[in-house]
């Protein structure tokens, strides 16, 4: 069967630095999304990555290992508004997006 | 500016029931699916469409059904509400050529619970 693990629950410092892992196995694979939910409210994009290595995007960087079916996203200089749920997406070979259950960010003053 | 837009945010219904959940996207997407999210679950497709008249069914389809009669417009249909069926249900969109790989664009969310 298809797998995205995240952990559930993650609690982090402001102003600190934070990695989400997230690891998959999945049918084939077309990239990996990242994307940010904060509590009730839609998810919205943060990253995509095809390629192995890192991409980074102002206080956020995301990095893929597509022989370890891994990824990481780097939050760096920690704000209280980062406090949400980061989801990790696979696309698999038909094209078809498997979604992690997401890890709840804490972030404490 | 462009959006996604659904209706109702919040529905309380009655098991059996048919309900209806709206939305309208105003991006000119040809590509739209609709998402149910619950707790300890990923987001699972129910069902999608690439185009008028185009629909397609995802992992969680059953008791579900949309029509796409115009571009704009995606409404997911339960035909006869069950309790399994209370959730959180995102509506997406989104461009490009492949349209698998461009980016999600979803709506608020709509809040269903069936007693």
């Known amino acids: 069967g298809q797998n995205i693990d995240q952990p559930t629950e993650m609690t982090a410092t402001e102003g600190a630095i934070v990695q989400i892992n997230c690891t998959y196995q999945?049918?084939?694979?077309?990239?990996l999304f990242w994307y940010q939910q904060h509590a009730g409210e839609a998810p919205t994009f943060l990253s995509y990555n095809v390629l192995d290595g890192l991409e980074e995007k102002g206080r956020f960087s995301s990095f893929l290992s597509r022989s370890k079916g891994y990824s990481y996203l780097l939050l760096k200089e920690l704000q209280m508004k980062d406090s949400a749920s980061y989801l990790c997406?696979?696309?698999?070979?038909?094209?078809?997006?498997?979604w992690g259950a997401g890890t709840k960010l804490i972030i404490k003053p | 500016d462009a959006e996604i837009t659904q209706s109702p945010r919040h529905k309380i219904t009655e098991t059996g029931r048919q309900v209806t959940l709206a939305c309208h996207q105003t991006?000119?997407?040809?590509?739209m699916f609709w998402y149910r999210q619950d707790l300890g679950h990923g987001l699972r497709l129910i069902h999608y469409?690439?185009?008028?008249?185009?629909?397609n069914k995802g992992e969680v389809s059953d008791g579900y059904s949309v029509s796409r009669s115009n571009t704009e417009d995606l409404p997911l249909t339960l035909e006869s509400a069950a309790s399994s069926q209370t959730s959180v249900y995102f509506c997406?969109?989104?461009?490009?050529?492949?349209?698998?790989?461009?980016?999600?664009?979803f709506g608020e969310g709509s809040r269903l619970t069936v007693l």
């Open positions: 991006w000119n997407h040809n590509n």
């Open positions: 999945t049918s084939g694979f077309n990239g």
């Open positions: 997406a696979v696309l698999d070979s038909n094209y078809q997006l498997i």
């Open positions: 997406a969109s989104s461009d490009g050529l492949d349209p698998n790989t461009g980016e999600l664009f």
């Open positions: 469409s690439y185009g008028v008249q185009d629909t």
